[in-house]
């Protein structure tokens, strides 16, 4: 961090913020020019409020070198994190689908779904048993029976089940679910992500509707700072002034994120499109920008489904889309 101290700013001022910066553990360099001082911070600056010093009547300017986020920076851990599930890998250099309905509807329905997914190539069964709707008088989701449905499901195909969680105070249902969500809503919800880096699950974060690459990696941070460090992240489409998507797909955020993070990136082009036919150019896209994984809503009647029928592919159009991205990937390797 680079803190550029005004000109006329007297010794015993400088002095004073000196000695408050290494009192945080952080060694100051110091260079008098013509104009003015600046001061170099050398040592763990995530923790300095940038704000607080740039609000100082000494200084004129705080520029941040290197990002606040630590456990999720790629430089301090070069290597990817691979998050094993039950024995699938995620982040290891192959795709790992995340398929099913927006909700859990019925045992059928998230049943027959759940074998239907597997068979076209999926991993991880999704479904939401609790819904954040927009409306207060939309299907709100089963609840804790749609989650007792989900390890029903899983039970009956094997599959690892991946489910969001709004409230903390559900934390102790969520016991048998393999891969906890924090939806786009909830990103910022940092009591949530504290009581989450304490449990041991993977954990799937959606980027929040309009926040930027680097508020998502420091959300993950909280949850990372807890000591959980099983964090994947999804690309879900941010809200932009495009009304003819029900989101924008940030395809550069996804390789973007894979230099920043060495964290596994998700990417879900079905909230992104919110229209089923743009889902699968979206996650051809995704996997071309080198995604470790896509999460795709499928359902078995997308016109009955309680909850965003018109994104939601068939079990034939997803399987088409695994196939698909499955020849994309063998590309980006140079195999083709
Ligand atoms: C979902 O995955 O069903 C969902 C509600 O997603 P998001 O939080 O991205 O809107
Ligand atoms: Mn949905």
Request: proline share 5%.
């Amino acid at each position: 961090m680079v803190v550029v101290v005004k000109k006329g700013t007297n010794e015993q001022q400088l002095s004073h913020l000196v000695d408050w910066l290494r009192s945080m553990n952080i060694d100051v360099q110091t260079s008098e020019g013509q104009y003015e001082t600046v001061l170099g911070l050398i040592g763990d600056t995530s923790r300095i409020d940038m704000d607080l010093i740039s609000g100082l009547d000494i200084v004129d300017s705080v520029t941040r070198i290197t990002e606040p986020y630590k456990s999720a920076n790629r430089k301090f851990h070069p290597d990817d994190t691979v998050i094993d599930v039950c024995g699938h890998k995620i982040g290891d250099g192959n795709l790992a689908y995340i398929a099913g309905p927006c909700s859990v509807e019925s045992p059928a329905q998230i049943t027959s779904i759940a074998k239907e997914v597997k068979e076209a190539g999926a991993a991880f069964l999704r479904g939401g048993a609790f819904k954040p709707r927009t409306s207060p008088y939309a299907f709100q989701g089963m609840g804790a029976e749609g989650l007792r449905l989900l390890e029903t499901a899983k039970k009956e195909t094997g599959m690892p089940i991946v489910t969001e969680i709004m409230d903390l105070r559900h934390l102790d249902l969520f016991e048998n679910v393999d891969v906890i969500q924090v939806g786009a809503r909830n990103m910022q919800n940092f009591e949530l992500l504290k009581e989450l880096g304490k449990t041991d699950k993977p954990i799937l974060l959606k980027r929040g509707l309009s926040a930027t690459m680097e508020e998502l990696l420091m959300s993950a941070e909280y949850i990372m700072a807890g000591g959980n460090s099983k964090v994947m992240l999804c690309e879900r489409g941010i809200r932009t002034f495009e009304p003819y998507t029900r989101n924008t797909m940030d395809i550069s955020a996804i390789a973007l994120l894979k230099e920043k993070t060495h964290l596994p990136i998700i990417a879900d082009p079905s909230h992104a499109a919110g229209i089923s036919r743009l889902v699968r150019p979206l996650a051809l896209a995704a996997v071309a920008a080198g995604a470790d994984g896509l999460m795709i809503e499928v359902h078995n009647d997308p016109k009955h489904a309680l909850c965003d029928g018109p994104q939601a592919l068939t079990p034939p159009q997803f399987a088409q889309v695994v196939r698909e991205a499955e020849a994309i990937k063998q590309v980006m390797r140079g195999n083709i």
